[in-house]
């Protein structure tokens, strides 16, 4: 059940690497037909992954389909650093279901799936490479190869072994391997409504906008006298500890009015210069009543 592992079953059998008896492998419509305790099912999603078979098993939105009281369910596999949230939600949702579970914490259980030293060894024995470059795991592991090749493997040198980074320039020529260069990394973010990949900076602001809230000042300049046309207006969203009814708005419009009162009338030639004051003294204003950082946007109209 799920895709990957159809296709993996397939090619394994098509290997020969999987050796499963005749009319022992059905699909899935079959088995419905059978006792609980006649099938066992090959399912994706070891690792919580959210869209995978298992979790949907468990969260009873798999095509009629769901984990029962009863039914056992074996993790054949190490938690990889990361996604320890995601199984332990799996799990809880598995035992709320009336599942019982076997993890490889407690039976032996889980084969790994990676290169053991004598596999290591073999191939590149077999292979010779000029240069070897470790590419799986963390940098620890990567030294850990480098170190077994080096030191158990004839005729290979630091020289030769060259470890490298994510953002790493591999540079291999007549003369050697070596790193030539380091580009920052940074995520990517791609837009769910259709628009493509989004700037960091944008995520940044949208983080900002969610933790902090907004705040709306609009301000109306008198064009001849520099002074307030009218009350400034203050709108909040989403900003905590902000209730209309404690008179905390109305100082705050108080405190945008006394910074407009305060500027003297050339501080009005670069609007710009306006907006940012406002803002900053607005800013510090909740900063000191309320402790929160929201995202303040200020605008000045002159009439």
Do not use: W
């Amino acid at each position: 059940m799920g895709r990957s592992m159809q296709k993996n079953v397939e090619i394994a059998s098509d290997l020969g690497l999987l050796k499963i008896p005749h009319n022992t492998l059905i699909e899935v419509s079959e088995s419905r037909s059978l006792c609980d305790d006649e099938i066992t099912y090959l399912v994706t999603g070891s690792q919580g992954e959210s869209r995978a078979a298992l979790a949907n098993l468990a969260n009873g939105t798999y095509k009629g389909m769901e984990i029962e009281k009863g039914d056992t369910v074996v993790l054949s596999a190490r938690i990889i650093p990361g996604n320890d949230k995601a199984i332990s939600r799996l799990i809880g949702h598995i035992y709320k279901r009336g599942g019982n579970i076997i993890e490889e914490k407690r039976r032996l259980i889980h084969v790994s799936g990676h290169a053991s030293q004598e596999d290591i060894r073999i191939m590149t024995e077999t292979v010779r490479p000029k240069f070897v470059v470790p590419i799986h795991g963390e940098y620890r592991m990567l030294f850990r190869h480098k170190e077994f090749i080096k030191n158990h493997i004839e005729g290979y040198s630091d020289e030769d072994i060259i470890l490298i980074e994510n953002g790493d320039h591999l540079e291999i020529d007549e003369f050697g391997a070596r790193i030539a260069a380091h580009s920052n990394l940074e995520r990517t973010f791609i837009d769910e409504e259709g628009s493509g990949e989004i700037e960091y900076e944008i995520i940044r602001e949208r983080k900002k906008l969610a933790y902090g809230g907004m705040i709306s000042l609009v301000v109306a300049i008198d064009k001849e006298t520099k002074k307030l046309r009218s009350e400034p207006q203050i709108t909040v969203q989403g900003v905590a500890g902000i209730d209309p009814l404690n008179g905390l708005l109305q100082n705050a419009r108080q405190t945008i009015a006394d910074a407009v009162a305060e500027m003297k009338r050339e501080d009005f030639h670069d609007k710009n210069l306006v907006k940012e004051n406002l803002r900053v003294q607005l800013k510090r204003f909740f900063q000191q009543e309320t402790g929160s950082k929201p995202v303040i946007v200020s605008t000045v109209v002159e009439v």
